[in-house]
């Protein structure tokens, strides 16, 4: 089996919150990660979803150390990033990139793709100015763009192309992980096929781990090994992809699965579907126990009580609810 | 009678860099109490059929430059202001698509779903206020009574929605027109709000024309389904009709592209190229510069849309001809 690439123990990122005008006080945080544990396997696609406001994002800045962590350790290759010194960071960021959601706020206006693109590849010293422009050409082709486009700015392409240019710029340190957040959300969908399409292809090619977070399952289920569900700054289910969108155990996961439409109306019309009452809690003050018990159908007044751990239940699966075996 | 009749609807928006064809002869009728989907990608034209029916095209730089809207006898394009603002929140509603910009942040909750009610109804405030409470209720909002009163921004994207909704719907209108309201939303809240969108529906009996970009959404909810792209109408079909049959090469790309309905570990079908500039003309069909089965005859003149059986029609003159196979579309790219 191959070593893990990303480990990450009982991460918890929260944000404090402070009123006042002149004296500011601490009055609470907004818990956005709360005690997130996981191993990503090199050259995995680890699907990562769940509703705005759970926490996937910031679990995704927390990985990059974009934001700092309030506990725990996230960990690549044996190195722990929270304690790593200036210049271990600066090479590990060599091996940890990103793709973010909107690829019109991503790239500068100001810079032309060349420059975009060359960046990375002189900061870190990987070529010299002279060995810039095969680079960069190189990059253009791998993401199928022309390289004659390279002294364009980014206004200049459209939404696909631009997270084409996106993509470029992340692999140009060729790293190790890649995080992706919410890649494809913003383009249509023949465009997001394509992006799709890309992505899954470069993780073939390059070996490379990504981290794919989406809130759409059926993108996430097409191109993830693995799917982590998050509700509320923990993981509720983890495993296979199709094991768990297609046969999920957490009552959270199944009425997320039931509520995507699916675009077959003889389907659609006649399938009971889950509708979860109220929208997600607030996580600067989670219910007590399972976050999840006030929208839960199948919520007993034991899920108060205690916050219910990650326990197997089959094949390389793990769900978060105490009530598993009963709900079959 | 059709409630809404769209005939040959073009408007284009007139800039420095030219003219941008948005809808580009669009042709439609609505039923009373029918729902209507209309489906495409971003620059489709799609929103802005809605927004010139409902008379929310700037001009300039828009210019509707033919076309009427035929609502109960009155012409929505070309009836004078007064009657257009008889008609429109009040007969005619919409709901947009971003529940956060759409409602007024510095008025209450209470005076935007009266509006409508003192505007086109003889009406007190005090009863005015009472019915917009009915209709929070009706939409879902528990606590009503409180929180009507509140400020938009003391509600969740999903809430704010429901009150955009109940703010639609308190005059009960014959014709709704929603421009992907559940676009902005997680999953779980957009089921609740389609089931009251639904329900609504059936309650007061309106007609709703539903725009969206997710054929999931148009399954689930319309009676019809029209595809636009280019600014133009593709193919128009009963629901179940345009998924398990469609004709037109572009529904069929479109339905193949969706990840769910594609096995996994493969290559996803893709539309190869981009969508269409509308900045210029297209003389022939829209789709044709990226169609597999693209002809001379395709690109020398822009096809009708015509009826192949009741309900459904296309613009694809070579799927009409009998001259290709669209089924096995998604089929052969997929090995290839």
């Keep these: 089996m191959p070593e893990n690439i990303l480990e990450l123990r009982e991460v918890r990122t929260h944000f404090p919150i402070h009123t006042g005008f002149l004296v500011k006080k601490h009055t609470g945080s907004v818990k956005a ?19 705005s406001g759970c926490g996937k994002s910031t679990l995704a800045r927390t990985i990059l150390q974009l934001v700092p962590t309030t506990g725990g ?30 690829p019109y706020a991503s790239l500068n206006p100001r810079m032309t793709v060349h420059a975009a693109l060359s960046e990375p590849l002189l900061v870190h010293g990987i070529c010299t100015r002279a060995e810039v422009q095969g680079h960069v050409d190189e990059l253009m082709r791998l993401v199928g763009l022309a390289p004659r486009f390279a002294r364009k700015y980014p206004h200049e392409f459209s939404g696909g192309q631009r997270q084409r240019i996106a993509i470029a710029r992340a692999l140009a340190l060729k790293p190790k992980v890649v995080v992706a957040d919410e890649p494809v959300s913003a383009l249509d969908v023949s465009i997001q096929a394509q992006i799709l399409n890309l992505l899954s292809q470069l993780c073939r090619e390059m070996n ?121 | 009678m059709p409630l809404l009749t769209v005939t040959d609807l073009r408007t284009h928006f007139h800039t420095r860099n030219g003219v941008y064809r948005a809808v580009d002869g669009v042709s439609f009728s609505v039923e009373r109490g029918e729902t209507l989907g209309i489906v495409g990608e971003s620059g489709s034209g799609k929103s802005v059929t809605c927004y010139s029916i409902m008379g929310l095209i700037p001009q300039p730089p828009g210019r509707i430059e033919s076309g009427s809207a035929m609502f109960d006898g ?60 009915e209709m929070m209720e009706a939409v879902g909002i ?29 005059t009960h209108p014959e014709l709704l027109i929603a421009d992907e309201p559940t676009t902005a939303l997680d999953v779980t809240v957009q089921a609740q709000i ?57 529904t069929r790309a479109l339905q193949r592209s969706i990840p769910a309905l594609q096995p996994k570990g493969q290559d996803l079908f893709t539309i190869p190229g ?13 789709f044709a510069p990226r169609c597999p089965f693209v002809a001379d005859a395709c690109l020398a003149r822009r096809p009708e849309l015509e009826e192949v059986s009741a309900g459904h029609a296309h613009s694809c003159i070579r799927a009409r001809a009998g001259e290709i196979d669209v089924d096995a579309m998604g089929t052969k790219a997929a090995h290839a």
């Excluded at chain 1, 690549?76 to 990033?81: D, E, H």
């Excluded at chain 2, 528990?142 to 994207?157: K, L, T, V």
């Design chain 1, 33 to 51: 990660v709360d005690g997130v544990t996981l191993s990503v396997r090199q050259g995995e696609v680890l699907g990562l979803v769940g509703e």
């Design chain 1, 73 to 102: 350790t996230v960990s690549l290759n044996g190195l722990n990033l929270a304690t790593a010194s200036r210049t271990e960071l600066l090479l590990c960021r060599r091996d940890l990139q990103m793709i973010f959601q909107d």
């Design chain 1, 208 to 328: 490379l781990t990504l981290i794919f977070i989406a809130h759409d399952l059926s993108v996430v289920r097409h191109i993830s090994d693995r799917v982590a569900v998050m509700y509320l700054g923990k993981i509720v289910e983890l495993g296979p992809a199709a094991q768990v969108i297609d046969n999920p155990r957490h009552p959270y996961t199944r009425a997320l699965v039931s509520a995507i439409p699916v675009p077959d109306p003889a389907v659609e019309r006649n399938r009971q579907r889950i509708v979860l009452a109220g929208d997600p809690p607030s996580p600067i003050d989670p219910p007590s126990g399972c976050a999840f018990h006030p929208r839960c159908p199948h919520a007993i007044e034991r899920c108060k009580a205690a916050v219910p751990a990650l326990v197997p239940c089959g094949a390389s699966r793990e769900a978060a609810c105490i009530r598993l075996d009963e709900l079959g």
């Design chain 2, 74 to 133: 009155v012409d929505l394009l070309r009836c004078s202001p007064a009657v257009a603002r008889s008609i429109r929140g009040k007969r005619v509603s919409m709901i947009f698509q971003d529940p956060m910009t759409s409602l007024n942040p510095y008025l209450r909750v209470s005076e935007q779903v009266i509006e409508p009610l003192l505007i086109h109804q003889d009406i007190s405030r005090k009863d005015a206020l009472a019915r917009a409470l």
């Design chain 2, 142 to 170: 528990n606590d009503a009574a409180r929180r009507i009163h509140f400020y938009p921004h003391e509600f969740s994207g999903g809430m704010r929605q429901r009150v955009m909704i109940a703010m639609a719907l308190v």
């Design chain 2, 194 to 250: 389609l089931d009251l969108i639904r329900r609504l529906q059936r309650e007061l009996g309106m007609a709703v024309i539903f725009v969206t970009h997710d054929l999931g959404v148009v399954a689930g909810l319309c009676d019809n389904v029209q595809v636009m792209y280019g600014g133009r109408i593709m193919e128009t079909a009963d629901a179940a009709t345009l998924f398990k049959a469609p004709r037109h090469p572009y």
């Design chain 2, 274 to 286: 981009l969508p269409p500039d509308v900045s210029k003309a297209i003389p022939g069909c829209a």
